[in-house]
């Protein structure tokens, strides 16, 4: 679909927050409540603490090139600490923001905002490209089993980082 394309067109914050949250594939709370001191651009590494996370785990995501400029584009806007700020409260965009921003633009869609986090699951898984718990990291998820978990110590995050770019450059394909 040309969804993604027609996304970069609108240069509205709900727009850019939704664009770095199918990227990253995040959930609306992560994106809403990003501060612009998680972000490492140097070492191209979202760092979101623990209590932030559905499961309180610390979650480290790869950044592709699009999801750098982003950040960085935002942070040209303004001066908040948040990166999706609402220049009338100076607070986070809302809970709702993203949602309300597809309805509005996209009434002819039937998507919802945590719908991306699938597409990005079933891309990956049917790529064949990645280790399972690989794409499992990059959506936070746990691992079910105490076992898995003590054979398993590593993130994945070399791992990762190529199933983040390669995310990004299947997004951009959809450009056509």
């Not at 994106?31 to 001191?37: H, L, Q």
């Not at 990291?137 to 110590?153: D, I």
Request: charged share 25%; proline share 3%.
């Amino acid at each position: 679909s040309n969804f993604y394309k027609e996304l970069c067109q609108l240069e509205l914050i709900s727009s850019y927050a939704l664009r770095l949250l199918i990227l990253t594939a995040t959930r609306t709370k992560e994106i809403i409540e990003a501060e612009f001191d998680e972000f490492n651009l140097k070492s191209r590494i979202w760092t979101i603490p623990a209590e932030k996370m559905k499961v309180r785990k610390e979650h480290k995501i790869p950044l592709s090139n699009e999801a750098i400029s982003i950040v960085e584009l935002m942070r040209k806007k303004h001066n908040h600490k948040y990166v999706f700020t609402n220049p009338a409260t100076g607070n986070h965009i809302s809970n709702g923001a993203m949602l309300v921003f597809l309805k509005k633009q996209f009434p002819h869609l039937k998507i919802t905002v945590h719908g991306f986090r699938s597409t990005f699951r079933d891309w990956a898984e049917e790529t064949g490209n990645y280790q399972h718990h690989a794409i499992e990291f990059s959506l936070a998820h746990q691992l079910p089993t105490k076992v898995e978990k003590a054979y398993l110590r590593s993130d994945l995050i070399d791992q990762r980082k190529i199933v983040m770019n390669d995310w990004e450059q299947y997004l951009l394909s959809k450009l056509a």
